[in-house]
Every structure is written in C-alpha cells, then in structure tokens.
C-alpha cells in the first residue's frame, strides 16, 4: 500500500528550544503551540519526564486526570503548574515561522488549548506574514477552533487536521466532514487490526482522500508497520531512523 503523498513523510517533533531541523532527516517540524499569560502565541516544549519524576504523585480518590486538565483538585497541582511556566520558551509562534520561512518544511502546529479570535486572527496573520500557510497544518482535538480557523484564513490554503482517539467510530468520515485533508491519531490506535492485507483505517480514510499522519511513531517496528499500511506521516522524535526506514 502507498501514501497519498509521494511517500511517507517524516514529520520531526520541536521538542527543545535548541531542536534543530534537518532537511536531509525530516520533511517537516511539529510543534506545540498554547498561549501565554500574556496573550501570545507561544511554542511550548515537553519535558514532562523531568518534571513528572520530580513532582509528588496526585491523590487518585481527587483526581484521576492530568494536571493539566484539573489543576483546582490535584493533590500537585502547583509544582506543576510553575513547571508547566518553565517549559514554555520565549520563542514566539512569529518567531518560529520566521525561522523556518524559506526552508520548505512542512509545518504542523498542535494546539494545546482553544484559541479565541484575537488568537485565531494572530496565528493566520503569522502565516499570511511569513508567507507559509499553503505548508501550515494545524492539529488539535479542540475541532471546533480548527472548523472555525478554516473558514477565517482568506487565502483558503490553510490545512487542518483533527485530532482523534480510539474512541471515535470511523474518524475518516469525521474528518472529511470537517473539510480536514488529513487525520491525526495515535500510531497504536492506527495499527489496531491491521495485519498483512492492510489497515481498515488507513485504507478507508484513503478511499474518502483523507490521509493518515501517526504520533508515537518512535521505534523501529512501529514505523515499519505504519509505512507498510500506507500511513502519511509519521511524528517523531527520532527522525533520522524514520528516514531511513521510509526509503
């Protein structure tokens, strides 16, 4: 089976704020993007490992959640809030695109929280400044801030692609009706009854002309089974090896 793309695109995550991009390992970036305390578009960078260990375990009988998602309950809600403050760098969304304005790669943006309009406005006005919204994908399970982005970008070019669990039932459908050209989703959730004659949802999506981009594509045997059911894109930490397993 074949991507719709050329090929299976290797799509590499912004994780730090020394990451650096290399077109001969990776056709394009991910990064995450929230707004600031001051109203900005900001790229947030993950290093949740680091905090994670260090902050006391949430009371499971209060919350059962991330912090993130009830910081009013959790037992650790205020280290994890200053460490959430600390993991977002002083690189603007403007900043980013400015940087990456000429070098051709594909751009998907997550967006970790709903974006009001003044927010909507700034990012599409980013794009349009930059001249990088016909290469700008923008992911995120807040679809109703995606459907709404879609219909305010004038140059009509702009990509979205919402992003769903395993608990959607037929998630291609959802997303062709969202206008969306491609699906985001979790690579175990993509491979889930796939076997040697292909994968039901990479295969329906492509009979709708949606395609496939997979998170947590970040080892050896999971990339090649994403790339052997014909997935699109693939986001990864590790680039280099995906490169090389594409070809």
């Known amino acids: 089976m ?4 050329d090929r299976t695109k290797v799509i590499a995550y912004y994780s730090t704020p020394e990451t650096v991009i290399d077109p001969e390992q990776a056709d394009g970036l991910a990064a995450h993007i929230a707004v600031d305390a001051s109203g900005y578009l900001t790229v947030v960078f993950d290093t949740a490992e680091e905090t994670d260990a260090a902050a006391p375990a949430a009371d499971p009988a209060v919350c059962t959640r991330t912090c993130a998602t009830c910081a009013a309950n959790c037992a650790s809600a205020s280290e994890k809030v200053s460490a959430d403050d600390a993991n977002t760098a002083a690189l603007s969304l403007d900043d980013l695109l400015t940087v990456h ?15 009001s309009g003044e927010a909507r ?3 599409l006005l980013a794009a349009k400044r930059n001249g990088v919204t016909a290469r700008m994908t923008v992911i995120s399970a807040y679809h109703k801030t995606l459907d709404v982005l879609r ?21 291609w459908i959802y997303a062709g009706y969202l206008g969306a050209p491609l699906l985001c ?5 993509i491979l889930l009854g796939a076997d040697r004659f292909g994968c039901e949802t990479v295969d329906r999506a492509h009979n709708g002309n949606v395609m496939i981009c997979a998170w947590n594509a970040e080892d050896e045997d999971t990339i090649r089974a994403l790339v052997t059911v014909g997935c699109d894109a693939l986001l ?12």
């Not at 304005?101 to 974006?115: E, K, M």
């Open 2 to 5: 074949k991507s719709l793309f």
């Open 101 to 115: 304005r000429d070098d051709g790669l594909l751009l998907y943006l997550f967006l970790d929280t709903p974006l």
């Open 121 to 123: 406005k700034d990012l």
């Open 151 to 171: 219909s305010e970008d004038d140059t009509k070019t702009l990509s979205i692609s919402p992003l769903c669990d395993g608990n959607f039932v037929r998630p």
């Open 185 to 189: 989703m979790d690579a175990r959730d």
């Open 236 to 247: 990864t930490h590790v680039p280099a090896l995906a490169r090389t397993l594409v070809w």
